[in-house]
Every structure is written in C-alpha cells, then in structure tokens.
C-alpha cells in the first residue's frame, strides 16, 4: 500500500514543486513588432514557444505558470516584420532585436548556450535586456 502511494505521488508532484517565472523585456528601441520567445531546457530541448507577445512602451512583460525546479534558458527576438523568424544579413549577424537569459553578448557567434542558462528553484523575476548589433 505504501508502495503504491509513493509511486502516486511521483506522477502527481505537488503543487510546491511548480514556479512561476516572470519575466520582462527592456530596452527594445520601439514597440514596433512582437516578441518571439523560446524556453529550453539545460539539454537545449524546446520546452515552450511563444509568439505574438505585445510590446508596450520600449518593453514586453510576460509570465510562465507551473514550471517544475530546474535549469533553463530563455532566448527571444523582437519580430519587427511578424514573419516569425529572426532575421539575419548576409553574414549571419541578426537585423532585428534579441537576447537571453543572462544577457549574455555575443562575441563573434552567438552566445554559449551554457553561459545562458538559469536555475529556478522557486518564484523568479527575470530581467532581460535587448540587444542589437549595429555595425
């Protein structure tokens, strides 16, 4: 019997084992466009994507309910011609806004997936800041 409720229990974790993640956006240079934001898991598996998030007054906030403890990243561009990709030049470098979770820059490439990664153990504010290359 004791058994069987444990194995319960494992299927059904409670209630203190979910967090909410809330996260703002700032320092976007317009409210033209939307947010495309992406969670992942520290093994760079999609977790949740989210697209069409509103930008209001230069920033966009939004919140992630029931997400179990562990290690994430967040990556998110700002979707100036709503076609649903990050736009790039010919070099790769991006056109449109973006960042992640840490606000690690980019140096040469993108920024190591492994520096961007968080770990949420209860309620978490994120913070993140827009970036653009100009050059």
């Known amino acids: 019997m004791i058994f069987t409720i ?3 229990l494992n299927f059904f974790p409670s209630q203190d084992d979910y ?3 809330n996260i703002e956006i700032t320092e976007l240079n317009n ?3 939307s947010i495309v934001l992406e969670l992942l898991d520290e093994n760079e598996n999609q977790i949740l994507a989210f697209n ?3 930008i209001v007054d230069n920033k966009s ?3 992630i309910d029931s997400l179990r403890s562990g290690k994430y990243v967040l990556r998110f561009f700002n979707d100036n011609n709503g076609n649903g990709k990050l ?3 010919l070099f790769g470098i991006p ?3 973006f960042g992640n979770s840490n606000n690690v820059k980019p140096k040469f490439g993108p920024p190591n997936f492994k520096d961007m990664i968080f770990r949420i153990e209860g309620d978490l504010n994120l913070k993140m800041i827009s970036q653009k290359i100009n050059f």
Do not use: V
Request: glycine content about 4%; charged content about 30%.
């Open 19 to 21: 967090n909410t993640l």
């Open 6 to 8: 444990l194995i319960f």
């Open 31 to 33: 409210s033209d466009g």
């Open 61 to 63: 906030i939004f919140k």
């Open 87 to 89: 736009d790039t030049n």
């Open 95 to 97: 056109k449109e806004e």
């Open 52 to 54: 069409n998030i509103l």
